[in-house]
């Protein structure tokens, strides 16, 4: 390869590192958002300024340093220029690809950790061509590979996940003991002391973690505050309870939320300045690797490159740009605002929508541990346990539930608490130069802290562990697909030089802007969608006039899938009948949703309609019997053609596209009955069921003939007879629906 060969890789690598930092930012972002977004302590605008000062400090303070290098994952002293740039090719492709897939999936995982097995994958890749080239042995690849930093980093990770998760859940357990749920009737001085802590773990973190090596402090500073770390804690304890003592007292100030806000940057500032290097440490490495060997004059394939086991700076103007990028990124990224939807939704205190379905492994661990729980617990006084009991009470106050998103999702306490736990492992861990990741540390601190909150309840707990489970595991799946995925890369690379590269860097590109293309057509789908409501309502007149537009959509639904499906069957077309599928699929779950919210319903109503709640249900069931109908309908459909069985006749598909005709002829009206709150309408369709049910008879009638005089096709005669059974279904719920709509309107106005 020439010189403008690795001309090129270098300002392809310069574009990775664009493209890294975006989706980098759009995955961390969870680390220093998730504690302010859930508890709301600020607002998001407030939240994000903070963030992006932070963001903009850390990067102008980093020491620039690539710290995967320095901690030597593979030995660059055995490695020529040509393999390096290829290590670094296949490491910057592997990253954005990997990044953007779990972006688009929303879950959080660590840059840290991919770009350590990307580096060690692709290493591997290259070492084993040297070896075969020399018929050397398997064995030695130790002398290119350091197996025993690799080995510590992975064990820190697997220590980083159960301890974070341990010591967030017994900090958060003694800080609610402590102070409460009626954290602001506290005594001042409760606040003043937990703000001690809290401020002085995040200050200590922000020395330690964040400005370690920046030209902020001076050595004097660094080694006084290493040499005297006690003395240094204490002292901050003292300073910052009497500070904190004072803003609650004189000034008013609440020191959760400035906790919150100062923990927020912290975090935000400590991820520039560190993670940063995540990003644009392997293209910096790269270029100061060219610029080594440029000035060389020597062969690519010749030119050792001991050189990068030296610390590898990176110059104030690409931090500053770097800066630039990660802000604007936080700003507008809605894949980070995804990421960290999932982190939130996981610690939420109280009830809500579950993303995540439980699975048999969650199911166990929730069994077990109540069962282990019920037993410590039982070792204990009763008075005491009362006594704790007590300090876990929240004051009830009712919240309709389509408010719930309105509301924080945890309280300034657990937030403060998060902040400052994350703070202070992440911190001691630096201190003691262990391998951490702070996405695993920030994630299961959080875990940690809503379990011992008990924000996993008996009704949540199976959702929530099933979530932290699917999370670790893409952890877990992000090291693995890291490493093979960069050593099949660096392989390819080296078998097909600059047009394999070519070739790769084209498709990474299309496959970042497909995803790209999804995820925003995917988000415009969510705001424009109707969506069924939970009712508010308190009394029966309220009620019918606000679930009469649930109504309305229903049936406009239900029309679009029942035709659908007839015309899927009639034209065998495979594709359409899966849209039905899933169009059924989320209306079922949509009224199974609105059955979830009784509990919430029938709380909010006024003691003198409490029968509100019996026409509420009814309905309820009627909604549900029709999506069950349609469930049916679409399933044997789709399974028939899925199965390739004979089409149906062509009377059949008459018969069949008559019924979808008076059926549509109903939904329709239906629907703009409900539309225009017309109820006098409802009479006349009552009226004419008869109609309806005797069209249907008389189909089924006609079928039974064909199949005694010239039916050949078993399959199809027996989803005919289910197609138009559950129709007949279909139709008793709808005029079961209007039946006691009418019977309620005729009884207000009465």
């Known amino acids: 390869m020439g010189e403008n060969i690795y001309l090129f890789m270098i300002v392809a690598l310069a574009i990775l590192a664009i493209t890294d930092l975006v989706v980098g930012v759009s995955n961390d972002a969870v680390n220093f958002l998730n504690s302010a977004i859930g508890s709301k302590a600020i607002s998001f605008r407030t939240i994000m300024i903070v963030a992006s000062i932070g963001i903009a400090f850390g990067a102008m303070s980093s020491s620039g340093m690539m710290e995967v290098a320095r901690k030597g994952i593979f030995n660059p002293g055995e490695f020529f220029f040509a393999e390096i740039m290829i290590i670094f090719m296949a490491v910057m492709i592997t990253d954005i690809l990997l990044l953007d897939f779990f972006n688009t999936l929303g879950l959080p ?184 060997w440029q000035g060389s004059g020597i062969n690519a394939n010749e030119y050792t490159m001991e050189g990068l086991t030296a610390a590898v700076q990176t110059p104030t103007l690409l931090l500053l740009l770097s800066g630039i990028i990660m802000v604007i990124t936080l700003w507008f990224s809605s894949k980070a605002k995804n990421v960290v939807k999932t982190s939130v939704d996981l610690s939420r205190q109280d009830e809500g929508e579950e993303r995540f379905q439980p699975n048999y492994l969650s199911r166990v661990i929730v069994k077990y541990s109540i069962r282990a729980t019920e037993n410590f617990t039982g070792l204990f006084p009763r008075s005491l346990q009362k006594k704790i009991d007590s300090r876990f009470l929240k004051p009830y106050v009712y919240i309709p539930k389509t408010r719930a998103q309105e509301l924080p999702a945890f309280d300034m306490v657990r937030a403060a ?134 109504v309305a959509l229903t049936m406009k639904r239900a029309n679009k899938i029942y035709t659908s499906c007839i015309d899927g069957l009639a034209k065998h077309d495979l594709d359409r009948l899966k849209k039905s599928k899933k169009g059924i699929t989320k209306l079922e779950a949509e009224v199974e949703e609105l059955k979830d919210n009784i509990f919430y319903f029938i709380k909010n109503l006024d003691e003198s309609s409490v029968g509100t709640s019996n026409f509420y249900i009814s309905m309820l069931n009627y909604l549900e019997d029709m999506t069950q109908s349609l469930e049916y309908i679409s399933k044997a459909g789709y399974k028939h053609v899925n199965n390739n069985h004979k089409k149906l006749r062509f009377n059949q598909i008459k018969d069949l596209k008559e019924t979808d005709h008076y059926m549509d002829d109903l939904f329709s009206k239906v629907t703009r009955v409900f539309e225009t709150k017309d109820y006098t309408e409802l009479t006349p369709l009552i009226i004419d069921k008869n109609t309806f049910f005797d069209h249907i008879n008389e189909k089924i009638a006609k079928q039974v003939a064909r199949t005694r005089d010239d039916e050949s096709s078993p399959k199809n005669t027996a989803l005919y007879f289910s197609l138009l059974s559950e129709t007949k279904d279909l139709l008793t719920a709808t005029m079961n629906l209007l039946e006691i709509y009418d019977a309620h309107v005729n009884e207000i106005q009465v």
Do not use: C
Not at 208 to 225: H, P, Q, R
């Open 109 to 292: 995982t660590s840059t840290t950790v991919s770009i350590v097995f990307e580096l060690l994958g692709a290493a591997v890749a290259i070492s084993m061509v040297k070896i075969v080239a020399v018929d050397s042995t398997i064995s030695t690849l130790g002398n290119y590979i350091n197996t025993d930093k690799a080995t510590q980093i992975i064990l820190g990770i697997l220590l980083s996940v159960v301890v974070a998760f341990t010591i967030g859940a017994l900090v958060q357990f003694l800080a609610r003991v402590f102070i409460s749920f009626k954290f602001q009737e506290q005594p001042k001085w409760v606040g003043a002391l937990f703000g001690g802590f809290a401020i002085t773990g995040i200050i200590y973190f922000i020395i330690v973690k964040g400005l370690k090596s920046a030209a902020v402090l001076s050595g004097t500073v660094n080694e006084f505050i290493a040499l005297n770390t006690e003395l240094f804690l204490l002292g901050n304890f003292i300073v910052w309870s009497l500070v904190s003592l004072a803003v609650t007292t004189v000034f008013k100030w609440d020191i959760y939320r400035l906790i919150i806000i100062l923990g927020t940057f912290a975090l935000a500032m400590a991820f520039a300045g560190n993670d940063l290097v995540n990003f644009i440490g392997v293209p910096i490495a790269a270029l100061q690797s060219f610029e080594a």
């Open 417 to 550: 608490v998060n902040l400052m736990v994350a703070s202070v492992l992440i911190s001691i861990a630096t201190s003691m130069k262990l391998p951490l990741s702070t996405t695993y540390v920030t994630f299961m601190v959080a875990m940690g802290s809503s379990l011992a909150d008990r924000a996993w309840g008996p009704e949540s707990a199976v959702y929530r562990v099933a979530g932290v489970l699917n999370v670790i595991g893409g952890w877990f799946f992000t090291a693995l697909s890291a490493f093979t995925a960069a050593a099949i890369i660096a392989y390819t690379i080296h078998l097909g030089g600059v047009w394999a590269i070519a070739a790769l860097l084209i498709l990474a590109f299309l496959l970042i802007g497909r995803n790209y293309l999804s995820h925003n057509k995917k988000m415009k789908e969510i705001n424009r969608e109707e969506r069924l409501q939970k009712a508010e309502s308190r009394s029966i007149k309220e009620l019918i006039e606000e679930s009469a537009d649930n």
